[in-house]
């Protein structure tokens, strides 16, 4: 079993990350995961969240809002909506991002209003987690 696998993360804005980690901590749609070497393959969707990287250097943790994580045996690789590093993300980010989504909450159809309050239920919980 290796020890490190390659784990990639991008935004549409820029790479944050291309390194080899030891365990990738993922804020996954249905709950969090660990990605390891040698994991059995699987594609899940993000919920807003922090995404910790552990290399050999030590820990990188990224604000993530929305995207994709595929992971293999071989590897990561997490394509996000949108993605910071947590030391960049600033109070005023955050509330931006609630207020937009409190506001598609009003405008959500009956099926739909689930969803969106989660979404401001998860962007609320991001923030406090990033103590802003």
Same mark, same amino acid.
């Given at each position: 079993?290796?020890?490190?696998?390659?784990?990639?993360?991008?935004?549409?804005?820029?790479?944050?990350?291309?390194?080899? &980690?030891?365990? =990738?901590?993922?804020?996954?749609?249905? %709950?969090?995961?660990?990605?390891?070497?040698?994991?059995?393959?699987?594609?899940?969707?993000?919920?807003?969240?922090?995404?910790?990287?552990?290399? $050999?250097?030590?820990?990188?943790?990224?604000? =993530?809002?929305? %995207?994709? &994580?595929?992971?293999?045996?071989?590897? *990561?690789? =997490?394509?996000?909506?949108?993605?910071?590093? #947590?030391?960049?993300?600033?109070?005023?980010?955050?509330? *931006?991002?609630?207020?937009? &989504?409190?506001?598609?909450?009003?405008? &959500?159809?009956?099926?739909?209003?689930?969803? *969106?309050?989660?979404? =401001? $239920?998860?962007?609320?919980?991001? #923030?406090?987690?990033? %103590?802003?």
């Amino acid at each position: 079993m290796a020890d490190t696998m390659q784990f990639d993360l991008v935004s549409p804005e820029r790479r944050l990350a291309s390194v080899q &980690a030891r365990e =990738v901590r993922i804020p996954g749609a249905d %709950g969090d995961l660990t990605a390891m070497p040698d994991h059995s393959p699987l594609i899940t969707t993000l919920r807003p969240g922090i995404l910790t990287v552990v290399t $050999a250097e030590g820990m990188n943790d990224y604000a =993530v809002i929305g %995207g994709f &994580a595929e992971i293999s045996a071989a590897g *990561a690789s =997490v394509l996000a909506e949108r993605a910071m590093p #947590k030391a960049e993300v600033k109070a005023s980010d955050m509330d *931006a991002l609630i207020a937009d &989504a409190t506001a598609e909450v009003a405008e &959500a159809p009956a099926e739909g209003k689930d969803a *969106a309050n989660k979404l =401001v $239920a998860d962007l609320q919980a991001l #923030k406090a987690a990033l %103590g802003l």
